[in-house]
């Protein structure tokens, strides 16, 4: 498990540094620095059961191929919950789960960042919500719906980063395609400003 969790913090880290956006300079670079704090002694369990991708096509771009594959070797070690600090009405929030690898009450404790993996399953609406940390997504499925502020949906592909600001209304929609994407959350990333 420590080899598998350290390659799977480097590739997310190499992910994230491809876009010039500070907030994913220092998501990257906290995690890069977590993998010498990983423990498997103090790894918390799931709260959920693992999640199962084995119904997720790989993506389509074949340099997220790496990150894909270490992604798959290290889920059933990830701690899994419900996204939404309990916020989210129950029928959609069993169709999805979050795993916060790093950060206050991640896998790897860390104080200044929040960093891991979401899952939302075909067909869902994640409500808008929004909350006083920036966060950047990079998924690895594709396509899927974003919506930021009042403005359209967006269609974002594999790949692409989708930057939030802080306290800027956000929802995300799912097609046929499950999402699977990084996550990260800087600045202020108390649980308590998160709003449905």
């Not at 802080?166 to 499950?178: D, E």
């Amino acid at each position: 498990m420590p080899d598998n969790l350290g390659i799977l913090l480097h590739l997310m880290a190499g992910s994230l540094r491809q876009s010039n956006l500070p907030i994913c300079q220092l998501v990257a670079t906290a995690l890069d620095g977590s993998v010498s704090q990983i423990n498997t002694k103090t790894i918390k369990k799931s709260e959920i059961a693992p999640v199962k991708l084995d119904g997720i096509d790989p993506p389509p771009d074949p340099t997220l191929m790496d990150l894909f594959q270490a992604i798959l070797q290290s889920v059933a070690d990830l701690s899994w919950r419900r996204p939404g600090f309990g916020k989210i009405p129950d029928a959609i929030v069993n169709q999805m789960a979050v795993c916060e690898i790093i950060g206050p009450t991640g896998q790897i404790r860390h104080e200044t960042v929040r960093a891991g993996l979401l899952f939302q399953a075909p067909n869902i609406i994640y409500p808008r919500h929004s909350h006083a940390a920036e966060e950047i997504y990079f998924p690895l499925t594709g396509s899927v719906d974003w919506q930021i502020d009042n403005a359209i949906w967006c269609q974002h592909e594999a790949g692409s980063f989708i930057h939030h600001l802080p306290y800027q209304p956000h929802a995300i929609r799912t097609g046929k395609i499950p999402l699977l994407t990084i996550w990260g959350w800087t600045g202020d990333i108390a649980a308590h400003s998160y709003r449905i």
